[in-house]
């Protein structure tokens, strides 16, 4: 792997139909994100941002245009495939959590593995890796712990530790301190910066200049289109490991 | 994905709402157990029939009256359509490869020994060889004999549960009890035989035949019904030769009274015939009672299909959090199949439980004889299952549809 772009769209465009209306999402979108990048979407709402963050996570199919991840095109996979692409490439970190409120922190960061399809793993493997995950964000003492027993700060690192668990290319978080205050917002963010520093891909989306403000390259989005790409020198608390161009 | 990890996780969804998925589990319980049951009971009845028929005696051809025809002749005065004591008799003398011929004629009548008295018993008119075709032994005293039917002697045999009724563990052989009104000498008494079909032998009294024409047959009607008999029963020597025999009966009739073999007002049928008969009635029973058990399932599986699609509208954030971390269509649609699966098998079971438990009180409180079928409890199991498949289908595939993104937002 010797070239480092990670991802690599091209002219890619989403465009939704609302009854008899065509809404325009993405309107031509081209960008590279390089391996170990910070990366940082802005914009205002309906600016399509969301959009982006579905198709960067291979939720969604662009309507025209590329999208190559680790050199693979997926803006043609199917639905299946598209499965397989999130379970082993990429990690969510979402607004809500989105956890199984039933399930302990460690069944919920459990279940990447489960879903993988590359090679069997023990289940003593399988409690390891998710042990290590959980620990690698400071919830080992929490593991039988339910979502419901937890901060908002708390719920939200057990959700990093499942993005995490499965080693992915791609950690995508989408406004992932959305929901918490202040002081759980930083500590998510310190995480997020953590992860970089050891060399991981992290995109986020946020409306927060605050924690664009973490991010070594932040990308403004306005009607659909890139209206600022801006590579800050120094991400101002923390020196970067990641490779700069 | 590992089939224990599905299993587990289809395990999860059920057990968050127990009572609930108990319910959708009824119909298929009630179900499973009507099938097991009902399959019990008839299996039961029909283990009873053909033990019955067993001790019905052996290689038996039962000669009696059309149905309807009996009607029909009367109206019209025809004399000669009635089966009689001389067609019995023709058959014992001109027909061969037979070893025993026995004639039967019923009546009701109320007996009498001193201030005890049995009514409506059942009087049989009879001839000498009935103990051999019918396969009774002789408990003390005698038969009836031939000089008893040509002489037409006031003689009785009893059978053992009326001896008992009527004179307890003394020896009735010598006493005299009523038949109605006429004063009788009893003779014999029968050895013990049980209930064979609807017959209580035990409770049965002979008379000779003759007696019955003379003393027992209702004068207005003893002009037109003469000599009739009910059944001529004919026990064959050699198995082989039954389709025979019934031919030779056939013809001899027919030509007797006059008519065709096509035509003739008299059936002719070995104790197959009968088991056939019987049997046919309990498979129409069997068929009436497996639509009520399909009908049970497939209410079963719209009740599993219904509670799968509240479940997946329910656990919508839930799929498209699966859906996010990896699930493939596949996994998803898989994981609900798997849990309607496991809902229908889990009444399936519970459904065997409770026909098999049925079955035994049925037996035992409803005195009733049921037989469990081990292809029963399997036949009840695997449609159980093709239920849940079927009725599972539609909501896993609705669930493995879901598209990631809405799913997601789902609230």
């Keep these: 792997m010797s070239d480092p772009t990670l991802i690599e769209i091209d002219q890619v465009t989403k465009i939704y139909l609302m009854g008899h209306v065509q809404v325009t999402a993405l309107d031509g979108i081209s960008m590279r994100v390089i391996t170990g990048e910070f990366l940082a979407i802005m914009g205002p709402s309906g600016s399509g941002k969301s959009t982006l963050m579905n198709i960067l996570g291979c939720l969604d199919r662009p309507t025209s245009g590329t999208y190559l991840l680790a050199g693979e095109d997926v803006s043609r996979m199917s639905r299946e495939q598209l499965a397989r692409i999130r379970n082993q490439k990429i990690g969510f970190i979402f607004q809500s959590y989105n956890l199984l409120t039933q399930a302990s922190a460690l069944q919920n960061v459990l279940m990447p593995i489960v879903y993988r399809r590359n090679g069997h793993i023990s289940t003593k493997d399988r409690i390891e890796m998710a042990h290590n995950a959980l620990s690698s964000v400071g919830l080992v003492d929490r593991e039988q712990h339910k979502p419901t027993e937890m901060s908002g700060g708390q719920q939200q690192r057990v959700a990093i530790a499942r993005a995490l668990v499965n080693s992915p290319a791609l950690i995508l978080a989408d406004e992932p301190t959305g929901n918490l205050d202040s002081h759980s917002g930083l500590e998510i963010m310190e995480i997020l910066q953590k992860l970089h520093s050891q060399g991981r891909t992290v995109v986020m989306i946020t409306h927060d200049a605050r924690n664009a403000e973490f991010a070594e390259r932040v990308i403004h989005l306005q009607d659909g289109k890139i209206s600022e790409d801006n590579h800050l020198a120094t991400a101002p608390a923390h020196a970067t490991t990641g490779g700069l161009t | ?411």
């Design chain 2, 1 to 411: 994905m590992k089939l224990s990890e599905v299993l587990r996780i289809a395990g999860e969804g059920i057990s968050r709402n127990k009572l609930r998925a108990l319910l959708t589990m009824l119909g298929v319980i009630i179900g499973v157990a009507a099938v097991i049951i009902m399959i019990a009971i008839s299996a039961g009845t029909e283990a009873t029939i053909s033990e019955n028929i067993k001790d019905l005696g052996t290689n038996l051809l039962f000669v009696t009256q059309s149905m309807g025809v009996q009607m029909v002749s009367r109206t019209a005065g025809m004399n000669a359509n009635f089966l009689t004591y001389d067609d019995a008799k023709a058959i014992g003398d001109s027909i061969s490869g037979i070893s025993g011929v026995v004639v039967e004629r019923d009546i009701m009548e109320l007996i009498k020994y001193g201030s005890t008295s049995v009514d409506s018993v059942s009087i049989v008119g009879t001839t000498p060889s009935y103990p051999q075709v019918r396969d009774i032994d002789q408990a003390s005293g005698r038969f009836i004999t031939q000089n008893d039917i040509e002489k037409t002697a006031k003689v009785v045999v009893l059978g053992y549960s009326t001896a008992q009724t009527l004179f307890g563990d003394a020896d009735p052989v010598g006493e005299k009890i009523y038949v109605g009104d006429v004063r009788l000498t009893v003779v014999g008494v029968m050895a013990k035989k049980g209930v064979v079909g609807n017959t209580d032998y035990d409770e049965r009294v002979y008379i000779p035949l003759t007696l019955v024409f003379e003393k027992f047959t209702f004068s207005p009607f003893a002009r037109v019904q003469g000599d009739q008999v009910g059944t001529i029963l004919i026990q064959v020597e050699d198995l082989d030769n039954m389709d025979k025999v019934i031919t030779q009966v056939q013809i001899l009739l027919a030509k007797r009274h006059e008519t065709t073999v096509d035509e003739l007002p008299f059936t002719v049928r070995t104790q197959e015939d009968i088991i056939a008969t019987q049997e046919s009635t309990t498979a129409a029973f069997r068929d009436l009672l497996a639509w009520v058990a399909a009908v049970s399932l497939v209410v079963g599986g719209i009740g599993i299909m219904n509670i799968m699609l509240v479940s997946v509208t329910e656990r919508t954030r839930e799929i498209g959090i699966r859906q996010a971390t990896g699930a493939t269509p596949g996994d998803i649609r898989g994981q609900f199949l798997t849990e309607a699966l496991l809902l229908s098998l889990t009444g399936g079971l519970l459904g065997v439980i409770a026909g098999v438990g049925g079955s035994w009180l049925f037996s035992r409180i409803g005195d009733m004889r049921t037989v469990v079928l081990p292809n029963s409890i399997l036949l009840a199991f695997v449609s159980a299952a093709i239920v849940g498949i079927f009725f599972g289908f539609y909501p896993a595939n609705k669930a493995a549809q879901l598209d990631p993104i809405e799913a997601l937002r789902h609230e």
